[in-house]
T-cell receptor, first 115, second 116 residues
Framework: NAGVTQTPKFQVLKTGQSMTLQCAQD?????MYWYRQDPGMGLRLIYY???????DKGEVPNGYNVSRLNKREFSLRLESAAPSQTSVYFC??????????????FGDGTRLSIL | AQKITQTQPGMFVQEKEAVTLDCTYD???????LFWYKQPSSGEMIFLIY??????QNATEGRYSLNFQKARKSANLVISASQLGDSAMYFCAMREGWAAGNKLTFGGGTRVLVKP
């Protein structure tokens, strides 16, 4: 009963290092998302993939790239990490909006600190 | 302008009492959905309840209910008979329209602490 799995759970980077956050879902969902959550704040959308083969920018895409590797996997890459990217990163997935009440299902998050 | 506003940064509630968490939203799209999520201290995001813009009745899910006032653009979450396990952050989120992607915009959250 895995749902959405994110790896790693914790990571510390130095400024300028690169890193890829991995996300996989086993619910056969079409759409996947990456959010960041800064302390005391709500989630903000970084990038999303409405379906396999497509990706689009969200509210805060600068400094990030994404890859929808296949239907299951959606990765987030920081090419040159900056302290402002210290945050908790959440991956989510959902079915295509055929039913209005379709929620997004979230992974447990990746806590990323950049020194 | 903020699309989702949660004006209560934190609240205390006595165990077994009800608590109302405020959420106001701003959209010009007639088709939208409102979601509430719970985030306990362990960090995961748990879906609680949904209200659609065309729904005629307020949504209910167990001890959770929505006080949906469309004209006022508010969708307040009511938790009845609070339990210690309800202590968490609560986020209101909105999906606008039916375009592919089902993107959500989140409010800043309300922290609830249930006192025994």
């Amino acid at each position: 009963n895995a749902g959405v799995t994110q790896t790693p759970k914790f990571q510390v980077l130095k400024t300028g290092q690169s890193m890829t956050l991995q996300c996989a879902q086993d619910m056969n969902h079409n759409s996947m998302y990456w959010y960041r959550q800064d302390p005391g704040m709500g989630l903000r959308l970084i990038y999303y993939s409405a379906s396999e083969g497509t990706t689009d920018k969200g509210e805060v895409p600068n400094g990030y790239n994404v890859s929808r590797l296949n239907k299951r996997e959606f990765s987030l890459r920081l090419e040159s990490a900056a302290p402002s990217q210290t945050s908790v990163y959440f991956c989510a997935s959902s079915e295509v909006v055929r039913r209005a009440n379709q929620p997004q299902h979230f992974g447990d998050g990746t806590r990323l600190s950049i020194l | 302008a903020q699309k989702i506003t949660q004006t209560q940064p934190g609240m205390f509630v006595q165990e077994k009492e009800a608590v109302t968490l405020d959420c106001t939203y701003d959209t010009s799209d007639p088709s939208y959905g409102l979601f509430w999520y719970k985030q306990p201290s362990s960090g995961e995001m748990i879906f609680l309840i949904y209200q659609g813009s065309y729904d005629q009745q307020n949504a209910t899910e167990g001890r959770y209910s929505l006080n949906f006032q469309k004209a006022r653009k508010s969708a307040n979450l009511v938790i009845s008979a609070s339990q210690l396990g309800d202590s968490a952050m609560y986020f209101c989120a909105m999906r606008e329209g039916w375009a592919a992607g089902n993107k959500l915009t989140f409010g800043g959250g309300t922290r609830v602490l249930v006192k025994p």
